[in-house]
């Protein structure tokens, strides 16, 4: 008997298929925990805030580009000039569009590409005259009429640079090789400031749209080209973006990008709150509402309960009992002492079968 005993534990634990089904078992646990609702759970959390820090990342370098763009205006604007000659002066006009900032202040200058020849080196000093009108002028040559709507103006000298007869021709001799191959002409480019950190007040009537340039001489004068050249003079917090781009791109996107996920922990911090704390009210409410008849205990109640219960009712069981009996003087005829003897007998009798049942 023993030995069939072993038997059937043997073959019901110590069977192959029962020891491969305990190794896969703790080979499967540490998965289990992996695919298990509380990982499920933080798995969509971590994608969530990994989604939600490449988004406010994105948005935070945008946002900065943007604010560049905006805040810091194009460095160099240049119009080339087209000088029209006639019976007065060369003179010549250019347009601007929304390229300039208020309060920003600019260097204007005026590139001319001069020839070195003999009318030009006669010509000695000579003056050029730049005038910035505002979108409202009309008309940009010079008439009382549109005088008022000038910006600003401004006149100031230039001369080729003078060489000896001995020194040019030593220069030109040198040169000669690249003269005749065309890599070099006999000319010189003057460029003469005109305005030092000139700004333009705030509204669009207060920046230039248009501008006059004029050459002034005694002598009627050979030119190449003429161009006007604003360039942005950055001071304070302009002057470290423009240097600094890299550096500033990363100070300032990363206080954005901190600031947004700040804000946005905060938002779904709250919302989390909000929400539990909407759900104990939503059961309760499921509580209330349930029948009256469903709350009503269930007829199985504990082994105490039903004790108390029969011991409650055995009085009354006893008393209708032998109240289903007559008694002794009830029985009419029967007043000896052996029947009275008996009927209590058979009450005691009864009343022993009846404790016995409950």
Same mark, same amino acid.
């Given at each position: 008997?023993?030995?069939?005993?072993?038997?059937?534990?043997?073959?019901?634990?110590?069977?192959?298929?029962?020891?491969?089904?305990?190794?896969?078992?703790?080979?499967?646990?540490?998965?289990?925990?992996?695919?298990?609702?509380?990982?499920?759970?933080?798995?969509?959390?971590?994608?969530?805030?990994?989604?939600?820090?490449?988004?406010?990342?994105?948005?935070?370098?945008?946002?900065?580009?943007?604010?560049?763009?905006?805040?810091?205006?194009?460095?160099?604007?240049?119009?080339?000039?087209?000088?029209?000659?006639?019976?007065?002066?060369?003179?010549?006009?250019?347009?601007?569009?929304?390229?300039?900032?208020?309060?920003?202040?600019?260097?204007?200058?005026?590139?001319?590409?001069?020839?070195?020849?003999?009318?030009?080196?006669?010509?000695?000093?000579?003056?050029?005259?730049?005038?910035?009108?505002?979108?409202?002028?009309?008309?940009?040559?010079?008439?009382?009429?549109?005088?008022?709507?000038?910006?600003?103006? =401004?006149? !100031?000298?230039? #001369?080729?640079?003078?060489?000896?007869?001995? /020194?040019?021709? $030593? &220069?030109?001799?040198? *040169?000669?090789?690249?003269?005749?191959?065309?890599?070099?002409?006999?000319?010189?480019?003057?460029?003469?400031?005109?305005?030092?950190?000139?700004?333009?007040?705030?509204?669009?009537?207060?920046?230039?749209? =248009?501008? !006059?340039?004029? #050459?002034?001489?005694?002598?009627?004068?050979? /030119?190449?080209? $003429? &161009?006007?050249?604003? *360039?942005?003079?950055?001071?304070?917090?302009?002057?470290?973006?423009?240097?600094?781009?890299?550096?500033?791109?990363?100070?300032?996107?990363?206080?954005?990008?901190?600031?947004?996920?700040?804000?946005?922990?905060?938002?779904?911090?709250?919302?989390?709150?909000?929400?539990?704390?909407?759900?104990?009210? $939503?059961?309760?409410?499921?509580?209330?509402?349930?029948?009256?008849?469903?709350?009503?205990?269930?007829?199985?109640?504990?082994?105490?309960?039903?004790?108390?219960?029969?011991?409650?009712?055995?009085?009354?069981?006893?008393?209708?009992?032998?109240?289903?009996?007559?008694?002794?003087?009830?029985?009419?005829?029967?007043?000896?002492?052996?029947?009275?003897?008996?009927?209590?007998?058979?009450?005691?009798?009864?009343?022993?079968?009846?404790?016995?049942?409950?």
């Amino acid at each position: 008997m023993a030995e069939s005993e072993y038997s059937d534990d043997e073959t019901e634990y110590g069977s192959p298929s029962h020891s491969q089904a305990v190794i896969m078992d703790a080979l499967l646990t540490p998965f289990r925990a992996l695919v298990s609702k509380t990982a499920l759970r933080i798995y969509l959390n971590i994608i969530l805030f990994s989604g939600a820090t490449l988004l406010l990342l994105g948005i935070s370098g945008i946002a900065y580009a943007i604010f560049y763009f905006r805040f810091i205006p194009t460095v160099g604007v240049g119009r080339e000039i087209h000088l029209q000659f006639g019976d007065l002066n060369p003179w010549g006009i250019a347009t601007f569009d929304s390229e300039f900032v208020s309060s920003q202040p600019y260097d204007v200058a005026v590139a001319l590409d001069l020839p070195r020849t003999p009318t030009n080196l006669d010509v000695g000093n000579f003056m050029i005259d730049l005038t910035l009108y505002s979108p409202e002028t009309a008309s940009v040559l010079p008439t009382t009429a549109n005088s008022q709507n000038k910006i600003s103006h =401004s006149r !100031r000298p230039a #001369i080729l640079t003078y060489t000896s007869p001995l /020194v040019d021709f $030593a &220069r030109k001799l040198v *040169r000669l090789p690249l003269y005749v191959v065309g890599w070099r002409r006999e000319a010189e480019t003057l460029e003469v400031s005109m305005m030092e950190k000139v700004e333009f007040a705030r509204g669009s009537r207060n920046r230039p749209q =248009s501008l !006059r340039l004029e #050459i002034q001489s005694e002598k009627k004068m050979q /030119v190449y080209s $003429a &161009r006007v050249e604003f *360039r942005a003079r950055f001071t304070g917090l302009r002057w470290f973006m423009y240097r600094w781009k890299l550096t500033f791109f990363m100070v300032f996107s990363s206080l954005f990008w901190t600031v947004s996920m700040a804000s946005a922990s905060l938002t779904w911090f709250i919302l989390t709150w909000i929400m539990q704390a909407e759900k104990p009210e $939503a059961a309760i409410k499921e509580e209330e509402d349930i029948p009256e008849a469903i709350k009503e205990e269930p007829e199985d109640s504990s082994s105490s309960s039903d004790s108390v219960k029969i011991k409650k009712e055995e009085p009354e069981t006893k008393s209708s009992f032998l109240q289903s009996y007559p008694a002794e003087g009830d029985y009419p005829g029967l007043g000896s002492g052996r029947e009275s003897a008996e009927a209590r007998g058979v009450q005691k009798r009864k009343s022993h079968t009846t404790e016995g049942d409950h």
